[in-house]
Each structure stands twice: as C-alpha cells, then as structure tokens.
C-alpha cells in the first residue's frame, strides 16, 4: 500500500476517533459509551497492526530481489484481502450502532454527531472496498462472466439509479442509445453497470449545473461480432491537459484540492481502465477546464439471444419496505461474536421479531423441528463452528420442516469461491458486513418463509374516493417511450413506483411520531422522482412542498400536507392502475 493511501487511511481513521470519544462523552451513559469505544478500538488495533507490523519477508538480498519483489506483491495481495475482512468486522459494529443511534429520539446536536460518526465510517469502508476491489483486479483473482443480457434495460437502470444521486441541483441527466444498437448483448453485465455507474457517478460529483449525458451507439458490426461505444458527457469542472495524462494511475485525483473539496480515493478511474482493459476494450478523455468533461470507451461485444437473457430486475436496494412488514417474524442467527449478536439482536427486535441467538448446530436443529422459524441468518465464518457446514447439515435435515426455512448468509468477506458453494448447499442470499439497516431489512423481507404480500399494505391505503383533481392526474405516455416500447419494463417501472410510495407512507408515519423531519424530507426526496416519472405533476408539488417544510422546520405543515397525500394517493394509484392495465390491453 502507497505511503499516501496509509496516510488517508490514518487521517480517517484520527478523524472518526475524534468524532467517537465526542459523541461518547457528551451524549451516552457509561455502559453505551464503554461498548461503542471498545468496538472502535477492536477497529483501530487492528488496522494499526496491519500497518505498522513489519515484514520480515521484505528485506531481500540484490540476487533474490526479483523474484523477493513479485513474492511481496502476491503477499500484499493477500495481506489486503486479509486486512479487509479484519477491518470490516469492527466497523460493522461502528456502523450498525450508530445507525440503532439514529432511530432513538435525539436532539439536533446528537443527531450531527451521529451523522459525523456514519460520515466517516462509511468514507473508510469506501475506501477499504476500492482497495480491495483494485487488488483483485491487479492480481487478476476478479472474476468476469459471458452471459446474455438486455442492454437497453442495463441502460435505463443505470440512468434511474443516478436520478437518486443528483440532489437538488439543476443537472439535466440524458440518455441517447443509437437505434443501431443491439438489444441482447452477450458479455458481463455487472462490470459494464460498474463502470458506467463509475463514471457517470464521478460526473454527478463534479457537476453542479448543466448537463450529463450518456451516449451508445455500434461503431462497428461484423457478422454476430460488434465494437460498441459508451460516451459519458458533462458540463463539469474539468481536467487540466497535464492531469489527463496520469488521470488512470493509482491514487490519482485530477488536482490537488480535489480529494478535500469531493472526496474519494483515487481509485475509481484506475478499476475502471483496468476492468475495460481486461475485457478487451479502450478508453479516452478529452476535458477543459470550467467547461466539462467527456469520456468514451468501446467494448467488443457479441450479439446475444433473447431466449436466454434474464428477465430485467431493478436492484434490490430500491425495493425497501417498512419495518413493520416484519413484526412477529421469528429469526435463528448463527452468529457466535457478542458483539455482533447484541448488535443483530437489538436491530431486529425494534422491528419487532422474535429472535433466536447464541445457538450451535445441535440447539439450531432443536428450536427449526420445535418453532416456527421463519429465517436464518447465518454467519459463514464463525471462529468456532462453520457456518457453510451449518447449512449444510440443516439442508441436508430429513424434516421439510427444517431444510426448507431460507438461508441469508453474511460475512465481512464474500469469495467467488463463497458465491459458488453458497449456492451449492442451497443458501438463498448474502449480506456483506458492514450492512445498512435498510440492506438487512429489504433482504429479511425479499426471503423470509411467509413472504408479505403487497395487498397487505390494502389498509394503509384504503381511503374514501374522491372527485378528480390535480394531485391524481397521471400520464404513462412518455414512460412508456422511454421504455422503448417493452410493456414488461413498464410494468416493473411501475410496480416499483407504488413500492416506493407504500414505503414512504410507512416512514413518514414512524417519523412524524418523533418529529424527525429530516428523515421525512429524505423519504420525499427520493418520492418525488417517481411522480415526475409518471407525470404525475401536481402529486410531485405536493411532495415538493412537503419536503421543503421539513427543511424549514414547519412540522404542522408537514402533517397537514401528509394527510392530504394520504387523502389523494389511493385515487392516483387507481388512476395509475387503469391506465397501465388499458396500455397491457393494446
């Protein structure tokens, strides 16, 4: 690791103590303040350690310093995966109690101090991820896949997910795809997401007003073989001539301030180059400084067959549902850290399960016969018992009862080797620690045994009808184009929508009993995108105004407009409905 990367690390790392000790001292009692300290420390030790702790293999004689030096670079290679799973585990206690903070009625000062606290934690986790991530790509141990996927859906994907990170701020983001373009690509579809993410995320970073663009079109065509282009346009602040040519190397940021002003490691342009690289492709930048950026790559592609291309699905992390979806239900977790499991256990009782800790195999197999469990979270690298053998035996269990009960694994690490023998034993999904509370959630509800309907939110939404008016008027028209036409893409477009607005509802009910209203205006953020998309442009002023509210401290407005939405949501909804069934119809 860079003498520079070690100091950013180290530089994070003083930071975030600071923050820690602070909000310790001021805002907790002793036995609160004593765990979240001893959780930090675990955090820093560890990481000091792997820093500071010399090599012996390192010092080499000049006749061996050849082969010494390309030993030491498979080392580091695995001393960074290594180090990465060590870090993550303490940093997932750091995250997930600073989270569990955050839902407690705090004041306006505690709730900085907490932000400040997820801030940096989540700037090392960034930062430990691109490290990792560029390890693996160096040491050539990243896998890529050949399967067939729709590349125009990849597209509109991709370009809904940047709409969430553009937060109030005047950026046109456009799309235009060439109609030479294939429709089914064969290739992998998550290194062409990331890439695209990367760079159209380093846009949204840098531009402030304006546009970002993204343009595909085939620049070449041979036979089933075809060279396609990606082109990544914006009116942001530019790169000087001389910093574009070293804009790829590691750890390089295009100025010198830039790393203070926008954050980030330095790393992103670097995966980027050395994924296209490996998938046979190229990329250039042209910029000028104050006037924008504009970044093209090509990649070889074969054409792809629709009959085996997977059916289009929005990421996961969009379809966030209330916690209330989870009341009563009745979780086993393998998980034999303390820490963790005081953690896991106090996450999931706010929602109101019931919770099963602290078991081994035997005790496990017990309470699956005896109860009705509903899921099991299962750590795959316990320090005392295997959590990949656990599932195996409960898999393997004579009882339907037992073997039938879905599996979520999570570790700090996650193998393609893990990916394989996960779904060789039959474990159903993964979470990666740290975890958001929103990734715990959503993945508990997506797999829990006795799945939750969406009529069940019928209640929620189930109000007197009433006459037409503005905030229930909806258009699909323009969706419908954007779509290019594929009924089944907005079909999803819209389900998702009506997800995202029952979660809204859910939130915003928890919220305004505390009166959280930064919470609310973040939920009616996100919302408001939705409504645009469906036109539905006097339901989005509503939204518009509720969100302003909150952010000028106005909480009786804010209950007032709420109930207003609640009044005109169900009517939109129908409206919405019959006009998406009558487009089904054509």
């Not at 690289?277 to 990649?299: A, H, P, Q, W």
């Not at 309907?453 to 699909?476: G, H, Y």
């Not at 939130?507 to 009166?515: D, G, R, S």
Request: proline share 2%; hydrophobic share 35%.
């Amino acid at each position: 690791m860079s003498i520079s990367k070690t100091k950013n690390l180290l530089g994070q790392l003083s930071q975030l103590e600071r923050t820690v000790s602070e909000f310790s001292f001021e805002e907790l009692n002793a036995n609160e303040a004593k765990e979240l300290k001893n959780s930090f420390n675990i955090f820093r030790s560890s990481l000091e350690r792997h820093i500071y702790t010399p090599k012996s293999d390192q010092i080499v004689s000049e006749k061996t310093a050849v082969p010494a030096i390309e030993n030491q670079e498979i080392s580091e290679k695995q001393f960074i995966t290594h180090v990465s799973h060590e870090i993550r585990t303490p940093l997932n206690s750091i995250i997930g109690y600073a989270n569990l903070l955050k839902e407690e009625k705090l004041t306006r000062g505690q709730h900085k101090k907490v932000d400040a606290i997820q801030f940096a934690s989540n700037t090392l986790l960034k930062l430990i991820n691109e490290v990792l991530e560029y390890s693996k790509l160096s040491s050539g141990n990243n896998n890529f896949e050949t399967v067939d996927f729709n590349l125009h859906s990849l597209l509109k994907d991709v370009m809904f997910l940047c709409e969430t990170l553009i937060l109030d701020r005047k950026i046109e983001l456009l799309i235009d795809i060439d109609e030479n373009v294939p429709k089914i690509i064969k290739g992998d579809p998550s290194k062409l997401s990331q890439i695209l993410l990367n760079l159209l995320g380093n846009s949204v970073k840098f531009v402030h007003q304006g546009f970002i663009k993204l343009e595909v079109f085939t620049k070449e065509q041979i036979n089933n073989e075809c060279l396609i282009e990606f082109s990544v346009a914006d009116t942001g602040i530019g790169i000087s001539s001389e910093k574009i040519k070293t804009i790829f190397n590691s750890y390089t940021q295009a100025e010198n301030d830039t790393s203070k002003k926008y954050g980030g490691t330095g790393l992103g342009l670097t995966i980027t180059k050395e994924i296209i690289d490996k998938l046979n492709g190229e990329i250039e930048i042209d910029s000028t400084i104050d006037s924008g950026t504009t970044v093209r790559f090509r990649m070889p592609y074969a054409i792809g067959n629709a009959t085996t291309a997977p059916h289009k699905s929005l990421k996961k992390d969009t379809k966030k549902k209330n916690s209330g979806l989870l009341a009563g239900t009745e979780i086993l977790i393998f998980e034999d850290n303390e820490m963790n499991q005081h953690l896991i256990v106090e996450q999931l009782t706010k929602w109101g399960c019931k919770v099963h800790v602290d078991v081994d195999l035997d005790k496990g197999l017990y309470l699956l016969s005896s109860r009705k469990i509903d899921l099991i979270l299962m750590d795959l690298k316990m320090p005392n018992q295997n959590g990949f053998e656990v599932s195996k035996e409960i898999r393997n269990h004579k009882n339907s009862k037992v073997n039938s009960v879905p599996i979520i694994a999570f570790s700090a690490d996650f193998t393609e080797q893990d990916s394989k023998e996960c779904k060789e034993i039959g474990i159903n999904d993964f979470l990666l620690k740290p975890y958001t509370l929103d990734d715990l959630m959503a993945t508990i509800v997506k797999n829990k045994k006795l799945n939750t309907d969406t009529a069940d939110f019928a209640s929620i939404l189930q109000k007197p009808m009433i006459e037409l008016k503005e905030t229930t008027v909806v258009n699909l028209n323009s969706l419908m184009k954007d779509c290019f036409g594929e009924i089944d893409m907005l079909n999803e477009l819209v389900k998702l929508f009506k997800l995202n607005a029952i979660e809204f509802i859910g939130n915003v009910k928890i919220h305004l009993k505390t009166e959280n209203l930064k919470e609310i205006a973040l939920s009616a953020h996100k919302l408001k995108a939705g409504f645009a998309m469906i036109k539905a442009d006097g339901m989005r002023k509503l939204i518009v105004e509720l969100e302003n509210s909150c952010k000028t401290n106005q909480p009786e407005k804010v209950k007032e407009l709420y109930k207003i939405f609640l009044t005109d949501y169900p009517l939109l909804e129908e409206n919405l409905s019959n006009e998406l069934e009558k487009m089904n119809k054509k």
